[in-house]
């Protein structure tokens, strides 16, 4: 039987790959598809929420700037409205004042003053500039305006200069604030606000209401609204610094380059270069002629987000720890099993570099043809046992044959020439993509056809696989061939009897008597019995139409037709078989009397057919074995010896060659080409100093591996202890 064959998967072109692909490229793909993610989701929660806790941090310290100016205009409006009860109050001392130098008056001009000094809790002088007379007078004396300016200023020239102005230049509307912080910054500074007024109903300004706030005052004022570590600072629209409650970072407050973030108004924060780096925040009053700054320490500024940012650093390095712990467990778990199974397959692929799954495809590859082919072998020895005659299974075929879950069987005669392993198989393949029935192609019982048999799942399509055989012959073979179906069967069993059915189209002078009890089936089953040299089967159903004939041995026309047809029938066979009947013969055949008579010279020329037969087959079968074994003992070093390759080259199926092995030398074919191999590798070791990997590939052997363990399993040594040891021997 000629049967498919699939491609060895020991002849796969070998790949280069890095060792453990398979756990690389798992170990990559956990981590570029779950802990990369996983990482990057974490770094940027980590980051948004470190963005989201600084920039609540820099709104907080912003809105406290904004509260600074908030507060800065509650007290000048305070101020204000004290100025102005000053100068809308009539008939005071502090306006009799102005035209005259009584010292009484000035006494009581000054206790009205420290009566409205009351109303502004924060300030430490009330005053009144008289412009016209050039002094001073406040809630405790009076002034000249060089001692005014010499004493508030605490010997500061710029703070002179700017106090000396203030009072000198023409006032107007707005209100002015000067500061006394210069390069001492002694804790004695001061802070003057001026309100110009009007004592008199009309006219310019002709004095200037003053409020002196010393630094102690204003720190202490700042501190109850604001956090203990927090600077506040105000700066005129000059850059001037106005007012602080810290002077830690005095010196870099009055840098030009602080001078140059204040003109900027895009920049909102400035970083001191102090031990702990401190961070200003800039607020900007459109209504106000000042700008304010909040300063805050790094410790405060961090101190809810960075103990944050720092542990969740700690936790997303451990869950970093843990996640590449997982991704090993996880490597090790799957992979461990891959690993072992590889190992053992290792000596398999020695010489080959392929991947762990390539090593295992091509094992699995390798057993699933050994098993494809084994389950065809045996589907090979049955076919062959049952057309060829032999006893009933004692267990029913299927369960011989792996997956035969056939449901009808039909066997095909196809007259054409006999096809070899390869354009059976194709000639199979395109009857299977055709049809969808799969098809056995057997050794000819008959040499004048074909045998293929027809396996199907489902009900077959006669038109359709008899159209699909005649394409794939006529694709395949370049011929035309005439079919013959049998009768389509259900079981392996009843296989013989779809083949007599088939061949029934090839019989020559068939003869039919269409009578209803007229055994014509018998005698067309005798002569297809008789043709496939099936001297058993012919007999018996030889012995059913004699039966019929003793029924009817009154009726002698019919009698006498029954031998005519029976005895046509016979000769015909005959000649199909290839083994006509001789004269002799054919004369003591025609001497009959009756059916009887002629059923003894059938039966006495069927034991003469029978010897004929055997004869013939132990001469041909001894010429035949005596050619194989040539040609494999001349071939048996060649590794691509097989047994298709020889089954195809005599045109016999594996199943015959097989027998002849058993028969002849009483071994199967693997055996006796292994011993053959064998034998030629003892005398190479043994006459040569080739080393074992050459002498494995001399004898046969592809794998250098499979030659050291058959060698040893059949010796008890291995090539290298039998060398060595027949060295020491001599």
Known sequence: MHIERKKDSSHRTPKNTVRYPVLVKMILTICLLICVPMIVVQVLILQSSYSALNSKNDSFYLSEGQKLSSMLSSQMTDYRTVALKISNTNQTNIKKYFDSDDPNVALAASEELANYLRCVPLAKHLGLYYINKQTFLDDQYYYRLDNFCNSFSNGSSEVYQKIHSLFTDPPDSRYLVVSSLGATNSPLSELLIAFPVKMKRSGEYDAVVYF??????????????????????????????????????????????????????VSRQYQFHDEE????????????????????????????????????????????????????VTAYINYNPIHRLVARLASRNSGTKLSELDQIESTIEELDTKASDQSLVIMDYVLNDLLYGAPEFRQPPETLVPALDYQDYCAVCVSCSRPNSEQSHDISSQILRASGYQIYITDMPNRDFNLLVCLS????????????????????????????????????????????????????????????????????????????????????????????????????????????????????????????????????????????????????????????????????????????????????????????EVADRFGISIYTVSRIFKSKIGIGFKEYVTAKRLDTACRLLLTTSDTICVISQNC?????TYFTSIFKSHYGLTPTNFRQGSSHTE
């Open 212 to 265: 002196t706030i010393t630094y102690s005052s204003i720190n202490s004022y700042l501190n109850s609204f604001f956090t203990e570590n927090c600077t506040c600072a105000v700066f005129n629209r000059f850059g001037s610094l106005v007012m602080t409650n810290n002077t830690e970072n005095f010196s870099e407050l009055l840098s030009k380059k602080f001078t140059d973030y204040l003109s900027l108004g």
């Open 277 to 328: 780096n401190s961070v200003s925040y800039k607020w900007t009053d459109e209504e106000s002629p000042y700008q304010f700054i909040i300063i805050a320490k790094q410790s405060q500024l961090e101190q809810n987000n960075l103990k944050f940012y720092q542990n969740m650093r700690l936790i997303l390095l451990i869950n970093l720890v843990l996640t590449g712990i997982l991704v090993a």
């Open 457 to 644: 799942r489902e009900s077959i399509d006669t038109a359709r696989l008899t159209e699909a055989i005649l394409a794939s012959v006529q694709t395949v073979l370049k011929e035309s061939c005439k079919v013959s179906l049998g009768t389509i069967v259900h079981s392996l069993n009843e296989i013989p009897l779809s083949y007599y059915a088939s061949i029934s189209d090839f019989a020559e002078n068939a003869c039919e008597v269409f009578s209803k009890e007229y055994p014509s089936s018998d005698i067309g089953l005798f002569a297809r019995h008789v043709a496939a040299r099936n001297t058993a089967g012919a007999r018996e159903l030889l012995g059913a139409i004699a039966k019929y004939a003793s029924i009817n041995s009154k009726n002698r026309t019919l009698c006498r037709f029954i031998c005519y047809d029976v005895l046509v029938a016979y000769v015909s066979a005959r000649k199909q078989c290839g083994y006509p009947i001789t004269e002799s013969e054919l004369k003591g055949l025609l001497a009959f009397i009756n059916f009887n008579q002629l059923e003894k010279e059938l039966s006495a020329s069927l034991d003469t057919m029978e010897q004929l037969l055997s004869e013939r087959d132990s001469d041909e079968t001894t010429e035949l074995q005596n050619q194989i074994l040539g040609y494999v003992d001349q071939n048996c070093r060649c590794s691509a010896l097989s047994l298709v």
């Open 700 to 704: 046969g052997f592809e794998n250098p």
